[in-house]
């Protein structure tokens, strides 16, 4: 599509194409003139929120009129205290995306590259190019990430390596040795983003939690989410952890207020509500299950994932699956703005929205 303004815009915005989200199952409902339908596209939580953040929440309503505390003291101080690391060196974000885009602005612009996998997360490119960077895209292995290929696209010109761990929209997962020596072998030059917005998901005892090696890494930033296993993906909340004179640099480019007052309190009573947290992976867990059954007992292949969503192999234009799933009510994410057009990702749901997909599938297929 063309723009009458392109040419005064910077240069990287040429070939941007915005990101799309999923549309909220009213417009949808409206359109296809459906009801009852379930929306299993945006690897959100099926919980509901925690009574404890909402209750908490309500209780700070009052606050409206005020600005939020900019620099988010009591939520970073928490954070800090769950990771055992100094609250200078957290950085939050309006959603961990908002942190992603503050590395971009930092450490990329015109002539720097930044490197990522095929099939890793969309941010990655789009905050990249907006700030003019080069795109280089190291070849996926089994859908995962191919740490070699990716090693060997490191030049003295990469700025950032992104590795989403779980990553979105495949559920691949790299274990900790792999992903430690990756990070050992990147130079100190280069930034390493390890994204991990669907850690609390993965029950692998070996699977690393990267915030623990920032002692030993200077150059490693880690990122994530209150959006994905603590449900609140309408707040907004994401964050970083790193060396405080990144989070320094971070907050060069924040906005004072990117984190509004209540989510910022809901994010922190989410952190101290574990029983939640359980509650939400056993739910995944489960649904994963039932999801993986199903698609078993249909004869469909799907990526084994460690997330809150299963991508699914259906090996034909999955888009004319989506359609045929949206007129059940059904709303899934085919994915071939990522290069998988015969793919189609399945949020896990309630139980009862699980088999209803699993139904609207087989009737479809
Ligand atoms: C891999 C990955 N990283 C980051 C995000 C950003 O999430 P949020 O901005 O809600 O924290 C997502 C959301 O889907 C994701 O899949």
Do not use: C
């Given at each position: 599509?063309?723009?009458?303004?392109?040419?005064?815009?910077?240069?990287?915005?040429?070939?941007?194409?915005?990101?799309?989200?999923?549309?909220?199952?009213s417009?949808?409902?409206?359109?296809?003139?459906?009801?009852?339908?379930?929306?299993?596209?945006?690897?959100?939580?099926?919980?509901?929120?925690?009574?404890?953040?909402?209750?908490?929440?309500?209780?700070?309503?009052?606050?409206?009129?005020?600005y939020?505390?900019?620099?988010?003291?009591?939520?970073?101080?928490?954070l800090?205290?769950?990771?055992?690391?100094?609250?200078?060196?957290?950085?939050?974000?309006?959603?961990s995306?908002?942190?992603?885009?503050?590395?971009?602005?930092?450490?990329?612009?015109?002539?720097?590259?930044?490197?990522?996998?095929?099939?890793?997360?969309?941010?990655?490119?789009l905050?990249?190019?907006?700030?003019?960077?080069?795109?280089?895209?190291?070849?996926?292995?089994?859908?995962?990430?191919?740490?070699?290929?990716?090693?060997?696209?490191?030049?003295?010109?990469?700025?950032?390596?992104?590795?989403?761990?779980?990553?979105?929209?495949?559920?691949?997962?790299?274990?900790?040795?792999?992903?430690?020596?990756?990070?050992?072998?990147?130079?100190?030059?280069v930034?390493?983003?390890?994204?991990?917005?669907?850690?609390?998901?993965?029950?692998?005892?070996?699977h690393?939690?990267?915030?623990?090696?920032?002692?030993?890494?200077?150059?490693?930033?880690?990122?994530?989410?209150?959006?994905?296993?603590?449900?609140?993906?309408?707040?907004?909340?994401?964050?970083?952890?790193?060396?405080?004179?990144?989070?320094d640099?971070?907050?060069?480019?924040?906005?004072?207020?990117?984190?509004?007052?209540?989510?910022?309190?809901?994010?922190?009573?989410?952190?101290?509500d574990?029983?939640?947290?359980?509650?939400?992976?056993?739910?995944?867990?489960?649904?994963?299950?039932?999801?993986?059954?199903?698609?078993?007992?249909?004869?469909?292949?799907?990526?084994?994932?460690?997330?809150n969503?299963?991508?699914?192999?259906?090996?034909?234009?999955?888009?004319?699956?989506?359609?045929?799933?949206l007129?059940?009510?059904?709303?899934?994410?085919?994915?071939?703005?990522?290069?998988?057009?015969?793919?189609?990702?399945?949020?896990?749901?309630?139980?009862?929205?699980?088999?209803?997909?699993?139904?609207?599938?087989?009737?479809?297929?």
């Amino acid at each position: 599509m063309s723009n009458r303004f392109i040419a005064q815009a910077a240069s990287g915005l040429a070939r941007l194409k915005p990101y799309t989200p999923g549309k909220p199952l009213s417009e949808l409902e409206r359109e296809l003139g459906i009801k009852n339908s379930i929306k299993l596209a945006s690897n959100e939580n099926p919980l509901g929120p925690s009574p404890r953040v909402v209750a908490a929440i309500s209780a700070s309503l009052q606050e409206l009129t005020r600005y939020p505390d900019g620099g988010a003291y009591a939520l970073r101080s928490a954070l800090a205290a769950r990771h055992g690391v100094s609250a200078a060196g957290i950085t939050v974000g309006n959603g961990s995306n908002d942190v992603l885009d503050m590395i971009a602005r930092v450490f990329l612009w015109q002539g720097r590259e930044s490197l990522f996998s095929e099939f890793a997360f969309a941010v990655y490119p789009l905050s990249s190019m907006a700030v003019g960077a080069t795109l280089q895209v190291a070849p996926a292995r089994h859908y995962g990430h191919d740490l070699e290929a990716m090693r060997a696209m490191l030049t003295p010109q990469t700025g950032v390596v992104w590795v989403a761990n779980p990553n979105n929209p495949t559920g691949t997962r790299l274990p900790h040795d792999e992903l430690r020596a990756f990070v050992e072998a990147v130079p100190e030059s280069v930034i390493v983003v390890i994204d991990e917005a669907y850690f609390e998901y993965v029950g692998h005892d070996d699977h690393p939690d990267a915030s623990q090696w920032l002692a030993d890494f200077p150059n490693l930033i880690v990122t994530r989410t209150f959006s994905k296993a603590y449900g609140l993906a309408a707040l907004r909340v994401g964050y970083s952890i790193s060396h405080p004179d990144i989070a320094d640099l971070l907050n060069r480019v924040r906005q004072p207020f990117n984190v509004d007052s209540l989510a910022q309190v809901g994010a922190l009573a989410a952190l101290e509500d574990q029983a939640y947290l359980d509650e939400a992976v056993a739910l995944n867990d489960a649904g994963l299950r039932q999801l993986r059954d199903g698609l078993d007992r249909l004869g469909v292949a799907y990526i084994p994932s460690a997330g809150n969503f299963l991508t699914i192999d259906l090996q034909r234009d999955a888009a004319a699956v989506d359609q045929a799933l949206l007129r059940l009510g059904v709303v899934t994410r085919p994915i071939a703005n990522y290069g998988l057009p015969n793919h189609l990702r399945v949020s896990v749901g309630l139980a009862s929205e699980n088999a209803r997909f699993l139904d609207a599938l087989e009737e479809v297929l």
